[in-house]
């Protein structure tokens, strides 16, 4: 339990029903193994919540890992992102193979690393092989890699009142860094999913983590501290990270509000960690800009109302019935 008394998620959360290898179209299959030959052995891989397919696969050559979705579905703009990226993330994530189109099923092939998911709770080994790892994503520069958009575009209807000329920089970002993402092998780990890759200041990818870290039962401050140990987030401005913390907040109150029935309670979840996380952003920054204490304030700026919060349990029980997120706190 966290202390809003959130509780945690299971494996079920990271999961999703997948399409089996034997259940695609035999054109789909044949051609596949025209590139990669015969299957000899095909296992679905529960992990994953996007695509539809998600299997490894055995051939007399190799073992590879592929990941698919039909033809006419909008996740065929993610898997042609995971296409172009992946030709530059060489050491970070399993090289792409192959991307086809079959006009029934749009199909990446990777190699498959050996590797289970990370376990992201506190005091966990694993992050002896994460902490290279997020270098490794850190000093990765966006600016050559094609089709990679400033992180911030996807969230621009989110920025009344917010600088997001703050969150801007040449880096990858890589915005869904959850535990079913990262893999964990013998000796090194990998980063997967590049399905939304983004542009922006280094330390975003930290604030992401940290926002993944909490999900797993990490109290705001224990989360930061872990990433404190990355030069890219000590020297991230804290009024720049509070704009990010703002914009997380927001959207995950949008995407709360917007929820199918079957998502809702993690939705709701998620929006009540990120309004966790901005009441210790805002309390930390308050205090270390003005040696006063925080105050949160719903709607301003709208007019709707004036109320002042300095208690944040009142704040969650104030906007959760219409689902409408509170303003940032103004400087
Ligand atoms: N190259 C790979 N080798 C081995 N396992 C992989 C590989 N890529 C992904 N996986 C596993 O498959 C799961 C689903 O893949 P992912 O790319 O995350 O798809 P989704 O978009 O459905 O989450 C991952 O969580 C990971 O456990
Ligand atoms: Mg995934």
Known sequence: MSVLGIPTPGVASLSRTHTSWEDLPLQTRRAVEDLVGQVQSARTISVGRNAQLSCVLRTSQAVLFAKGVPSNHRGVGTQRNEALVGA?????????LHHLDTGEWNILLFDHFDGRPADLTQRS???RLLEPLLERVLAKDARNIPGVL????????????????????????????????ILIGK?????????????GAAWINLAFFTFFLMNEGWPPA?????????????EADPHAIRTFVTALTRRRSEQASSAPQLRRMERLRQERLALEW?????????????????????????GQSTTTYSDFSELVEAKAPSGKILEAPTD
């Open 278 to 302: 901005l009441q210790h952003r805002t309390a930390t920054y308050s205090i270390s800009m003005t040696g006063m204490p925080y105050l949160l304030k719903p709607n301003v700026g709208t």
């Open 88 to 96: 530059h993330l060489e050491g970070i994530s399993p090289k792409v």
């Open 187 to 199: 000796s090194q780990s990998m980063l997967v999913d590049w399905a939304l890759p983004g542009q």
């Open 222 to 234: 224990q989360a930061e501290s872990w990433v404190n140990r990355f030069r890219a987030w000590k």
């Open 150 to 181: 400033p992180v911030v575009e996807r969230w621009a209807h989110l920025s009344t009142n917010l600088d997001f000329s703050l969150l801007s920089g040449s880096s990858l970002i890589h915005p869904d860094l959850n535990r079913g993402n």
């Open 125 to 127: 080994p694993d992050f």
